[in-house]
C-alpha cells in the first residue's frame, strides 16, 4: 500500500497571505489528522476528519481550516499568515479509533 | 501544561545494548499509547502501541510497557542498533479519540 502523501514538500509564502495544503491518506483510511511541529511547541494537533466531518479540534486559531473530501483526501488551509506559522505540517492516516497513525513526510512551510 | 513528557532529551547507547526511553503523562482519561520514530526531514513513523488494558506489548526488538498507577510508560530498544538512532516520540490519545498527545521527543544515538 502506498503511505500517506503530503504535497507540496515545500512552501514558502508572505505575511497576509493564504495557503493550501493536500494529503492523500493510505487507501482504506477513513480517518485523517493534521499536525503542526515546530522547534518552541513540539507537535500540536490542529484537527481530525473521519467521513468528511470534523471530528476533533486543536487549540489553534480560526485561520486554520481542513475538510475532507469523500475520497478521504483532505486538505488544509491557514488565510492571513503569520510568521509565526512558519512549521512543518504533518498529516497522518488511521482505519479508526485506537489504530495507529501513519504519518506523511510533512510539507514544510515558512513564511517571509 | 504539558500532558506527556519526555523527561530525557538525549540518550547514548553502545550497539547491541538495551535502549529504554522513558515517557510521563499527567491525564489519567489517556487510554492509548504510541511510539514513534522521526528522522529529520520526513514525517514519525509508527513503532508500537499499546491500549490501557494491557501493561506490555512486544514486537520484535520493540517492547512498551505500561505503569497506569504511575503514569509512566518506557521504551525497550533490545538489541540497539546505529539505525535506530533517531528522535522518539511517546504521544498519547485519550476516550478512542484520534487526537494525539505528544512529548518533547528523545534523541537516541546508537554507537557502533
Known amino acids: 500500500k502506498a503511505g500517506v502523501t503530503q504535497t507540496p514538500r515545500y512552501l514558502i509564502k508572505t505575511r497576509g497571505q493564504q495557503v493550501t495544503l493536500s494529503c492523500s491518506p493510505i487507501s482504506g483510511h477513513r480517518s485523517v489528522s493534521w499536525y503542526q511541529q515546530t522547534p518552541g511547541q513540539g507537535l500540536q494537533f490542529l484537527f481530525e476528519?473521519?467521513?468528511?466531518?470534523?471530528?476533533n479540534k486543536g487549540n489553534f486559531p480560526g485561520r486554520f481550516s481542513g475538510r475532507q473530501f469523500s475520497n478521504s483526501r483532505s486538505e488544509m488551509n491557514v488565510s492571513t499568515l503569520e510568521l509565526g506559522d512558519s512549521a512543518l505540517y504533518l498529516c497522518?492516516?488511521?482505519?479508526?479509533?485506537?489504530?495507529?497513525?501513519?504519518f506523511g513526510d510533512g510539507t514544510r512551510l515558512s513564511i517571509l | 501544561d504539558q500532558q506527556v513528557k519526555q523527561n530525557s532529551p538525549s540518550l547514548s547507547v553502545q550497539e547491541g545494548r538495551i535502549s529504554i526511553l522513558n515517557c510521563d503523562y499527567t491525564n489519567s482519561m489517556f487510554d492509548y499509547f504510541l511510539w514513534y520514530k522521526k528522522y529529520p526531514a520526513e514525517g514519525p513513523t509508527f513503532l508500537i502501541s499499546?491500549?490501557?488494558?494491557?501493561d506490555k506489548n512486544e514486537d520484535g526488538r520493540f517492547t512498551v510497557f505500561l505503569n497506569k498507577s504511575a503514569k509512566h510508560l518506557s521504551l525497550h530498544i533490545v538489541p540497539s542498533q546505529p539505525g535506530d538512532s533517531a528522535v522518539y516520540f511517546c504521544?498519547?490519545?485519550?476516550?478512542?479519540?484520534?487526537?494525539?498527545?505528544f512529548g518533547g521527543g528523545t534523541r537516541l544515538m546508537v554507537k557502533p
Open positions: 504521544a498519547a490519545s485519550a476516550n478512542a479519540g484520534n487526537m494525539l498527545t
Open positions: 499499546i491500549s490501557s488494558i494491557k
Open positions: 476528519y473521519f467521513s468528511e466531518t470534523q471530528r
Open positions: 497522518a492516516s488511521s482505519e479508526g479509533s485506537n489504530q495507529p497513525q501513519h
